[in-house]
């Protein structure tokens, strides 16, 4: 069984529109990641979460500990928001971080 | 900001050669990680190192496998006889007291 899962898998929208992207995970954590990976392969580091709500221009992370469930918004999508989100669990400080499969975001014009 | 280098970014070798993947971490960083990405699937825990050695490994890090801190900021992971299966994306990625993890942009090791 996967410790981290994501949904949607895949997800096209227009642009302006407001992006909701779930993950959930099974194991106790320290932190929960979100990262963005971009079609040539790098991975960037969104958010790191323990509780709560971090907000970083339009890029909102939550996390509900108790669900064990966070969920990443992108408000007034842009196309260059297209990328891959991946959710990511970690579950103690300097401990390996375990990827969820990705979500795979198209934002057409 | 400061980043996490990775060099080369795309390295082309024989099957059974010895590959060797840079990485400079952050410089002020203590723990480090590798990574690989096989295409289409996700990204996966190889090892990671504190202290000079190893803290955790995964079951993908055999024997072929290895990593060295040869000096203050390099990180080198080597495979020692490669296989068709080692082709993938390989992270490295670094961290400090309460940061999340900072990736490099990977090399992308392609085995002929």
């Known amino acids: 069984k996967n410790e981290v899962e994501q949904s949607p898998q895949n997800l096209t929208a227009q642009e302006g529109e407001f992006i909701t992207i779930n993950c959930s995970y099974s194991?106790?954590?320290?932190?929960l990641h979100w990262l963005q990976q971009h079609p040539g392969g790098g991975i960037v580091s969104l958010f790191m979460?323990?509780?709560g709500k971090k907000k970083h221009g339009r890029l909102i992370a939550t996390i509900n500990i108790q669900e064990k469930h966070s969920s990443l918004h992108i408000t007034a999508s842009h196309p260059r928001d297209s990328a891959v989100y991946i959710c990511?669990?970690?579950?103690?400080?300097?401990?390996?971080?375990?990827f969820g499969p990705g979500t795979s975001l198209s934002v057409i014009p | 900001e400061p980043e996490v280098t990775q060099t080369p970014s795309h390295q082309v070798t024989q099957m059974g050669q010895e590959v060797i993947l840079r990485c400079v971490p952050i410089?002020?960083?203590?723990?480090f990680y590798w990574y690989r990405q096989i295409l289409g699937q996700k990204v996966e825990f190889l090892v990671s190192?504190?202290?000079?050695?190893?803290?955790?490994k995964s079951e993908i890090f055999d024997d072929q496998f290895s990593v060295e801190r040869p000096d203050g900021s390099n990180f080198t992971l080597k495979i020692r006889s490669t296989k068709l299966e080692d082709s993938a994306m390989y992270f490295c990625?670094?961290?400090?007291?309460?940061?999340?993890?900072?990736f490099g942009d990977g090399t992308r090791l392609s085995i002929l």
């Open positions: 979460l323990s509780s």
């Open positions: 990511a669990a970690q579950k103690t400080s300097y401990d390996k971080v375990i």
């Open positions: 990625a670094s961290t400090g007291t309460g940061q999340p993890q900072h």
């Open positions: 410089s002020n960083h203590l723990y």
């Open positions: 194991v106790g954590i320290s932190a």
């Open positions: 190192f504190y202290n000079n050695e190893i803290s955790e």
